[in-house]
Each structure stands twice: as structure tokens, then as C-alpha cells.
């Protein structure tokens, strides 16, 4: 157990972009100090020595990484393909584990991170920060008070305009076989050649990454589990096609998917609309929208606005034709079987817009480091973050097998 002064020492695994941008936010908090760093690209290990001092440890092999007894806990941010082996083996080595999202490449890698954070007793905490965004916080509580009503349909997009947003990341120029360590970095993936394209951009690549479903809906689902507190959907279908950014990638640039969420303790049954474009032309680039029957509320990273609908509490123009008893009755019997399910304290009309500055990504760290010092639950652990890989990697099945998917969301596994 650490005390309240005591520092945290970590390491990271996989010092790219996110890497690094995890890095700097963990050690933004009291506490929290790194003395090492794993890559396999010279130069990012090279940025974290400028960044961190020369002293920093840094190696390609993050087995040497987990022996090192100074080091309390990791960042795992390599890419999708190595997220479970590496975290199950931290885990199993006694550090605690901070995985960048998805948790896993494949679901059948799932259980065994469930087994090692059970094992272990090490706090494993997935990294889809919108799980501690204010914003969804808020969604949960006004979710909660039924300020929308009954909830019936969700929409959810992320849209990315640019080169950057559709995963063409910079290759550096001195990319080679030996600033770069290939073989380890293919793992078990498919042996080929050296292929910088490959390895600076392998999001756009099966065998590493996940495609829009591990990167983006992933970020949908872990919002929406979070604000109704759903174990997930039963029911998935996905469409989509390789319609701008065709060269260089084997997964789709336009993603739509449907989900049936059956009704359970946490909610009344819904559909689940995704879609992600990475050029669609408009600005509303993200977005999460609630429709329930009093109104919708739609969260974008830092507005929550909330519009609702006044209850219908007339009949159509041909109850004024009938005798004055029979409209009373009716409008009595009416208004009996339709009892208001707003909160009382807000008055059909009002219209509410909350903001707060897009903090998740930083709050997300200091939950980690706080159920490490207090010895918490983690907030995100293996099962919450199996619950939003499993059916999003399934928009990914039924979109390449053309099929619908089924998911058991308590037993965290596909079904027939
Ligand atoms: N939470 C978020 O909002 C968010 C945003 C971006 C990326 N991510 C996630 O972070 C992860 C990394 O993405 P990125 O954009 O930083 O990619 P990146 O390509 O910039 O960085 C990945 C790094 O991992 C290194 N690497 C590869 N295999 C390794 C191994 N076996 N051991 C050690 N290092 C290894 C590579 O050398 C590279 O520097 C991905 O899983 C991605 O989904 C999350």
C-alpha cells in the first residue's frame, strides 16, 4: 500500500503519440514519476530521454521493463496487437496496469486479462478516458433523474476530417530495420518484410490494429455504458466501405453499425445507432444523443445539451366535437395512464445546456494513481473494458463476414 507522499514509479510500453501524451499527463500529478521507457522506433526512445533526463531507463524489451523491481506500475500504448500479452505478463510481474483502449485485438484474448487482473489483485485500468469525462457524469445523473423520460434510441458519431483523424501518421525519415525493431513489433502477427508504412501506420492494418471499431466506437460504447450503466448489447450489425483514404489500409474509412440493447435492470430496451466517416463534411464531429420519450440530451466533448419535449396532453381535434362529460372523462382517464416520468423540480420546456472543459483524458490518470494509493476498485477494469471491445471488434465480424452477430454481455462472449 503506498502512503499518501509516496511516489508511484512508472514505466512506459510503447512511447509514440499516446504514449508519450499519457506519460506527461500521469506525471502532471503529485506523485507520479517515470524512470522508464520501452519503444521500439530509436527516436521516440531518444524523445523520452530529452523529455524525462538522461537517466531514464530505456529498452526494446519490455520483459526488462518488468523485471525491474523500482518500477510500481505501467502504461501499456503499443499498438492493439500486443495490449493483452503485455498487460496480462505486467500484471503477473506484480505492477499495476494502465492499457490504453481497445483492451484487446481479438475477444478470445479477453478472459485471460480478466484472469491476471483477478490473480494478480494489481489495479488494471483501461485507458477510454470519456469514462471519467464530467460530461458523461452529468449524462449519468440527469439519466438517472429520467430527465429525458424513457429512454428509447441512441446515437453516437465520431467523425474525423483530416489526414491526422484518418490515421496517416508522420513516417519518420530516418525510418529503417535499424532504428526500427520490426520482428518484434510483427509479434504474432504475420511474418513480412520491413514495412515502415506498416509500422508507423498500423491502425490502418488488421493483423495490429482494429479499424474504427477498437479506436473510435470503442470511445462511443465506454460513454454510453457509463451514462445508462448497460452491460451491453445482444444484437450487432455493421456496414461501411473503403470510399477516400483507399491506399495503404485493409480497413473501412466509413463505419455504420446497429445494436440492440435488450431491456435490463439499468434500462429499458434501445437501439444503438454508430457511425464514424472520416470525411463527412460537417463539424459535429462527435457527438452522443439520448432519446428518450420527454426529450434527448447530446453530449460533445465539453457541452451536454439537453432538449426536451413537452409531454402530448391533447387528443386530436375530434374529442372537441363530442359531449363535454365524455372530454372530461377521457382527459381524467388520459392523464391517469400518463403520469409525467420527468423529475418534478424541471418544467417541460426548460431546455438545459451544461460545459466543462474536456478534462477526461488527465481525470482518467489521477483515478488510476488514486485506486493505487487508496486501494479502490479500478474504475475501468478488464470486464467494463472487454464489455466495450467485444461488441464493438464484432461491428468488424459482422462488417468482413457480412453478418449478424450475436454478444452475451454478462458472459463477455460472442453467441450464435
Ligand atoms: N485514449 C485515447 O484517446 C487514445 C488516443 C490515441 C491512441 N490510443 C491508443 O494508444 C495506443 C497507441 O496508439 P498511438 O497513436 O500512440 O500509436 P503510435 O504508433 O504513435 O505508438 C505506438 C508505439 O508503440 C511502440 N511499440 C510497438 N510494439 C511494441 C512493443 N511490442 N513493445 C514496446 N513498444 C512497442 C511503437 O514503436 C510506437 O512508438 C493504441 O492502442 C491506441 O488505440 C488511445
Not at 500521469?26 to 538522461?54: F, I, N
Not at 483501461?126 to 460530461?135: F, I
Amino acid at each position: 500500500m503506498f502512503g499518501a507522499n509516496d511516489k508511484i514509479q512508472i514505466a512506459i510500453i510503447g512511447a509514440g503519440g499516446m504514449g508519450q501524451g499519457d506519460t506527461k499527463l500521469a506525471t502532471s500529478l503529485p506523485g507520479v514519476k517515470c524512470v522508464a521507457a520501452c519503444d521500439l522506433y530509436t527516436g521516440r526512445l531518444d524523445h523520452m530521454k530529452e523529455t524525462y533526463g538522461k537517466d531514464l531507463f530505456t529498452t526494446r524489451d519490455y520483459r526488462e521493463v518488468l523485471e525491474r523491481p523500482d518500477i510500481d506500475s505501467v502504461i501499456v500504448a503499443t499498438p492493439d496487437h500486443w495490449h493483452s500479452r503485455i498487460s496480462i505478463d505486467a500484471m503477473n510481474a506484480g505492477k499495476h496496469v494502465y492499457c490504453e483502449k481497445p483492451m484487446v485485438h481479438a475477444i478470445e484474448e479477453g478472459a485471460a486479462v480478466i484472469e491476471a487482473q483477478s490473480k494478480s489483485g494489481k489495479v488494471f485500468q483501461v485507458g477510454s478516458q470519456y469514462r471519467s469525462s464530467l460530461m458523461y457524469q452529468k449524462a449519468h445523473e440527469l439519466y438517472e433523474a429520467k430527465t429525458i423520460g424513457k429512454l428509447n434510441m441512441v446515437e453516437a458519431w465520431l467523425d474525423r476530417n483530416t489526414a491526422q483523424g484518418a490515421w496517416e501518421y508522420t513516417i519518420p525519415p530516418d525510418a529503417n530495420p535499424m532504428t526500427v525493431d520490426w520482428d518484434r513489433f510483427l509479434g504474432n502477427a504475420p511474418k513480412r518484410p520491413f514495412d515502415s508504412t506498416r509500422f508507423f501506420r498500423w491502425r490502418n492494418f488488421q493483423d495490429y490494429g482494429t479499424g474504427v471499431a477498437g479506436d473510435l466506437f470503442v470511445h462511443l460504447l465506454t460513454g454510453l455504458h457509463t451514462v445508462t450503466g448497460s452491460m451491453g448489447p445482444t444484437r450487432i450489425y455493421a456496414t461501411g466501405g473503403l470510399r477516400y483514404w483507399t491506399h495503404d489500409r485493409d480497413v473501412p474509412d466509413v463505419m455504420l453499425a446497429t445494436m440492440d440493447y435488450p431491456e435490463s435492470d439499468a434500462h429499458p430496451a434501445f437501439n444503438l445507432i454508430l457511425r464514424v466517416n472520416f470525411k463527412s463534411g460537417v463539424d459535429e464531429s462527435f457527438g452522443v444523443r439520448f432519446v428518450g420519450s420527454d426529450g434527448s440530451m447530446t453530449a460533445s466533448f465539453t457541452t451536454l445539451k439537453v432538449n426536451r419535449v413537452p409531454r402530448p396532453d391533447e387528443f386530436d381535434y375530434t374529442i372537441g366535437s363530442f359531449a363535454q362529460k365524455t372530454q372530461q372523462e377521457m382527459t381524467q382517464a388520459w392523464n391517469a395512464k400518463h403520469a409525467p416520468t420527468t423529475v418534478a423540480t424541471l418544467k417541460p420546456q426548460d431546455d438545459l445546456v451544461f460545459t466543462t472543459e474536456n478534462t477526461a483524458h488527465l481525470e482518467h490518470h489521477r483515478a488510476f494513481y488514486t485506486s493505487i494509493r487508496d486501494g479502490k476498485p479500478s474504475i475501468e477494469d478488464a470486464s467494463f473494458g472487454l464489455r466495450a471491445a467485444g461488441p464493438a471488434l464484432l461491428t468488424n465480424e459482422s462488417y468482413f463476414k457480412k453478418k449478424v452477430c450475436g454478444w452475451d454481455p454478462v458472459a463477455m462472449k460472442e453467441k450464435a
